[in-house]
């Protein structure tokens, strides 16, 4: 319960070897699938993957990919991006999986975070899959490595624990504003880079026909179950039925082309195989609309 109705948020940073369950928890947290980028080496700085508002708290998860041993200068500079961003969210979750002992991955994190200020959780996730004697003997074990301020083993795929879990995060974290809409779940720059791509290939195969009346709204980033493909659904917006006949093309031929085309940029993008789906929507005089420029991504400071 907070005193007063103080609103609190905060920034929670996720880290671990892959496989952990970090996708797993998040996508159980904010109740949908958000978690899909891959783990190699990212040029962003720090990443919101979910936002998750409560009525008197918003916490704000950030991944940090690729926390590893550098193997060249690339790795090096990442490392350097992860510790600073590290020292500067409010709380660190390093999440383990509970059927695999403590191993060198883990030292090298754990040696990542001595010194750090931050309040670190020892989150220990796939309870489901071992006996709580088994528990103890990891708790004991990562006890005698590190000081962390909570220890808290989950099941992010039966959900046992989580409502725990983030309820002893938002205890610490400060007051604060909030940052995000309350019905914002994720905030990918991914997605505004794959929009760019679509719109991009529909202006060199369109040329003059279809000048600054187009938008391309991406409507789902998702994984694809047992497959290494991502699948990416995108509308393409313009203001007339004319021009909408021109996007589509005879017989949907350009429509194709601008799909095959985008799509090798965005498996560039991505790192992985990409399914693209494309739809073209009509919307009248869009560009007077203040709520669909919000929507589309436009923002005043940027004209």
Not at 35 to 56: E, H, L, W, Y
Not at 94 to 111: H, R, S, W, Y
Not at 121 to 149: G, M, R, S
Not at 217 to 230: A, F, G, N, W
């Amino acid at each position: 319960m907070q005193e007063n109705n103080q609103f609190k948020s905060g920034f929670i940073s996720i880290i671990g070897r892959p496989n952990v369950g970090k996708s797993t928890f998040l996508n159980h947290v904010i109740g949908q699938k958000i978690a899909i980028m891959s783990d190699k080496p990212q040029t962003t700085r720090n990443k919101v993957q979910g936002v998750f508002t409560q009525d008197n708290s918003q916490m704000i998860f950030i991944d940090t990919p690729g926390i590893h041993k550098p193997k060249h200068k690339l790795g090096e500079f990442m490392l350097k991006v992860s510790k600073n961003t590290l020292r500067e969210v409010d709380v660190i979750m390093f999440m383990v999986n509970a059927t695999q002992k403590l191993g060198k991955g883990d030292e090298f994190i754990l040696e990542m975070l001595e010194g750090n200020e931050t309040p670190v959780f020892l989150v220990i996730n796939k309870i489901d899959q071992v006996h709580p004697d088994n528990l103890l003997h990891t708790i004991e074990d990562y006890k005698e490595k590190y000081d962390f301020a909570e220890i808290i083993p989950i099941s992010a795929l039966q959900g046992s624990n989580v409502d725990r879990l983030l309820e002893t995060v938002e205890k610490y974290l400060p007051e604060g504003p909030q940052y995000y809409p309350a019905d914002q779940v994720t905030d990918h720059p991914e997605r505004f880079i794959i929009s760019e791509l679509v719109r991009e290939k529909v202006l060199h195969l369109t040329r003059e026909e279809i000048p600054h009346s187009i938008a391309v709204q991406v409507d789902k980033i998702s994984k694809e179950e047992d497959k290494e493909m991502i699948r990416v659904m995108a509308t393409i917006i313009v203001e007339r039925d004319s021009q909408k006949g021109i996007v589509i093309g005879k017989k949907g031929a350009l429509l194709k082309e601008v799909g095959t085309r985008a799509r090798k940029d965005i498996e560039m993008l991505l790192g992985s195989k990409v399914y693209l789906e494309l739809w073209v929507k009509v919307q009248k005089d869009w560009r007077n609309k203040a709520s669909q420029l919000r929507d589309f991504g436009f923002r005043e400071d940027e004209y």
